[in-house]
């Protein structure tokens, strides 16, 4: 377990802001939340998607939302989900911004996905949001659809595997994994979002956020942090 750092956003809505995207996250069993703060800016990284072991091809795909800070940090923590929603809904308001005093990491908090580089993207087109909308929403009924009540977790996981690690663009290689995020972790508007490519990753993003994924088909490899 390491120190608490304090954080200040520079209002009030931006917590709010923070919190609705951390609660959006837990909604989809997500546990931890990585921070990165580098001067005054402050990137929010979830996991949506992730394989469990080799045979797994669920695909990975995480969300990132940045926040700004008032204060310039520099720090790259993994925190539990739960006990930062309690931190957000503690910070204390000033004319200088919201400060929030982030939760201790813990051993049992744990984040298995190396994040990609920020140098290096390559623009590649652009995606309406009504289309990443309607995947959303039809692999979420294809998967209701296919899960029996009570279904086992490797069923289930099956299940999943095979829709958002279906291939929903054939020219750039984006799994339906990245609408799934997207619409969950509330990127969705009524503009386009531009889709980067860098390999082997690619990255959809939108004034609301970024997701993230490792293009289809797939590859695993044995270290889980590559």
Do not use: C
Request: charged share 20%; no cysteine; net charge negative.
């Amino acid at each position: 377990m390491t120190a608490n750092y304090t954080i200040t956003l520079t209002d009030a809505e931006s917590v709010r802001d923070f919190d609705t995207f951390v609660g959006r996250a837990e909604q989809i069993e997500n546990k931890s939340v990585r921070l990165v703060a580098e001067g005054n800016v402050l990137a929010v990284w979830v996991q949506v998607l992730s394989p469990r072991g080799l045979s797994d091809t669920t695909p990975t795909v995480l969300g990132m939302r940045g926040f700004s800070l008032a204060t310039p940090s520099t720090f790259d923590v993994v925190v539990p989900a739960e006990s930062l929603r309690a931190r957000l809904a503690a910070a204390t308001s000033t004319e200088a911004g919201s400060s929030v005093t982030l939760p201790a990491t813990a051993p049992s908090v744990r984040w298995t996905v190396a994040l990609p580089t920020r140098d290096g993207w390559e623009t590649t087109g652009k995606l309406a949001s009504k289309d990443l909308d309607k995947v959303a929403s039809d692999g979420i009924r294809e998967v209701t659809k296919a899960l029996p009540a009570e279904a086992e977790e490797r069923l289930v996981r099956s299940i999943r595997s095979q829709v958002w690690g279906s291939n929903m663009s054939s020219d750039i290689g984006i799994p339906a994994g990245v609408a799934f995020a997207a619409v969950t972790l509330g990127f969705i508007g009524d503009e386009t979002m531009s889709v980067s490519v860098r390999d082997p990753w690619v990255q959809v993003s939108s004034q609301r956020g970024v997701v993230v994924a490792k293009r289809t088909p797939v590859i695993l490899d044995d270290d889980p942090l590559q």
